[in-house]
């Protein structure tokens, strides 16, 4: 699943590409991933739209619009697990959408367009989700959180989170800290890949209560957060799956991961052999020795 590095990456190339254009079209085969909304009906209110901007929420693409009468408008695509945005051309045929661009786009994993844009100077921005699970929104802009997104945690890269807002956080929170990291309520952005290389970076267990963490650990964890992160958006994201960004390129974090999907290899820190578990339904990577 595409997490707050990924997301990152699409939003920091499309407001290179797509901002100041007006979408002359919007195609969908799939409108489940529009939460009931009507194709016919969406296609209506953003045709003519000019793209003002991009923001990200968590894992969430933010598009705002503007529409007719000047109206503002939000639409907003949650990628969930194999979903990610790509820009270039595209044709019709009978086995769907081709891409008529070449290059990386016309990598398998990128063939699988469920939602087009069809853009003002000729390209289109489309959605390749081979599991269709990725969701898409259209709601007025208002001040503050798209509504749709009020229940979202703080940004972990956000200037304005600190090592005393985690403390926060942490505080009374009795579950897992591998599942406390991961919850989007409490902390946006994080999912399994970059929990997993957190926790490692931070010398703690996964299967530790939240609450347990002690004010020196919680200073590594806060440390070990910003910098993962930060190195993974440098890195342009993880391409462990199906994540390519709006080019269709692979990100380069998965060349350099410490634990995740790393079941048998030598610890980093220590030679240990990094461990597999399984906590509420999920694949958690650690070092049993280092990760105490």
Known sequence: ???????????????????????????????????????????????????????????????????RGNKPWRLIIHPKMTGHLLMG??????????????????????????????????EMLGLSDVRKFAKITLEEEKEGYPSSLDKLGPDPTSDRFNREDLARILHGKKGKIKQVLMDQAVLSGIGNIYSDEVLWLAKIDPLRRADSIESRELKLLYASIRRI????????????????????RKGKYAEERLVYRRTGD???????????????????????SCQK
């Open 1 to 67: 699943m595409p997490e707050l590095p990924e997301v990152q990456t699409m939003v920091g190339d499309l407001k290179r590409r797509i901002v100041g254009r007006k979408i002359i079209g919007l195609w969908c085969d799939f409108p489940r991933s529009l939460g009931g909304a009507n194709v016919a009906g969406l296609g209506r209110i953003v045709r003519g739209a000019r793209i003002s901007g991009l923001e990200r929420f968590g894992k969430n693409v933010v598009i705002r619009l503007i529409g």
């Open 89 to 122: 051309k595209w044709k019709k045929s009978k086995e769907g959408w081709m891409s008529a661009s070449g290059g990386h786009l016309a990598e398998k994993v990128n063939q699988f367009i469920h939602f087009l844009l069809k853009l003002s100077r000729g």
């Open 229 to 248: 992160l930060g190195k993974a958006i440098n890195l342009r994201g993880s391409s462990v799956n199906n994540y390519r960004d709006i080019r269709g």
């Open 266 to 288: 030598k610890c980093p820190r220590c030679g240990a052999g990094i461990r597999r578990i399984k906590i509420g339904g999920r694949s958690a990577h650690f070092c049993p």
